[in-house]
């Protein structure tokens, strides 16, 4: 394939968007992205990784979009410091998904990256999700934690994925009308979830 595309994948914690993601990396050739993204963030800004982990994994968001307490008008000092500076952190973690998508066909796993890239010219949006008995096997093997705790995990995954994402795109994280493809891999597994979308994104590439 000589036109460069773009996967961008939304995931549900323990729904395996991370290995279908290795997978289809591996199939079409090209690298994945995840939390190597805050490392290159990181370095492209030098500040601490430690700030870009914080941001993207601690920050709370009120299910109206914005940060918990952002609209109220009494803002302390520090809490408006720190709204700003996960604002910057967002700015340039998008600008290194700019940059990598600019010039390379390759997969992002999170961050926004469908609507950071939504004026690429061929960018594919999936997202992927799972039965909630699968999604805390996978993360109770994964992590070596009991279901209970994993449950657990899970609840504030979504919580914390869906404010993210909800903020920075003005969308909905996991409707189907935010994305080009949405796919239960309880359903296929893996392998059958990472052939759905490679077929989908080969008739995109063949349309243009």
């Known amino acids: 394939m000589d036109e460069k595309f773009v ?25 994945c992205y995840d939390k190597e993204l805050i490392q290159m963030a990181s370095q492209e800004s030098g500040l601490c ?16 979009g914005g940060l918990l307490g952002l609209r109220s008008s009494y803002i302390d000092e520090g809490y408006a410091n720190n709204y700003l500076c996960n604002e910057y952190l967002f700015k ?13 066909s390759c997969i992002f796993v999170g961050r926004c990256a ?21 999604r805390i096997r996978r993360v109770s093997d994964d992590r070596h934690i009991s279901a209970e705790k994993a449950k657990e995990l899970i609840e504030r995954a979504d919580k914390k994925r869906a404010g993210y994402y909800n903020y920075y795109s003005n969308k909905t994280w996991g409707m ?11 359903i296929f597994g893996i392998e059958g979830t990472a052939d759905f979308i490679q077929s989908f994104v080969k008739k995109r590439l063949e349309k243009g």
């Open 92 to 104: 340039i973690q998008s600008d290194v998904i700019r940059e990598l998508a600019g010039g390379q």
């Open 176 to 186: 189907a009308a935010s994305y080009h493809m949405c796919i239960n891999s309880s």
């Open 7 to 31: 996967i961008a994948i939304g995931r549900q914690l323990g729904s395996g968007g991370k290995r279908v993601g290795e997978e289809l990396a591996a199939r079409f050739g090209i690298l």
């Open 114 to 134: 469908d609507y950071i890239l939504r004026e690429h010219p061929c960018c594919i949006n999936v997202f992927i999700s799972a039965e909630m008995k699968d």
């Open 49 to 64: 990784r430690e700030f870009f982990e914080q941001a993207d994994e601690k920050t709370r968001f009120s299910i109206f």
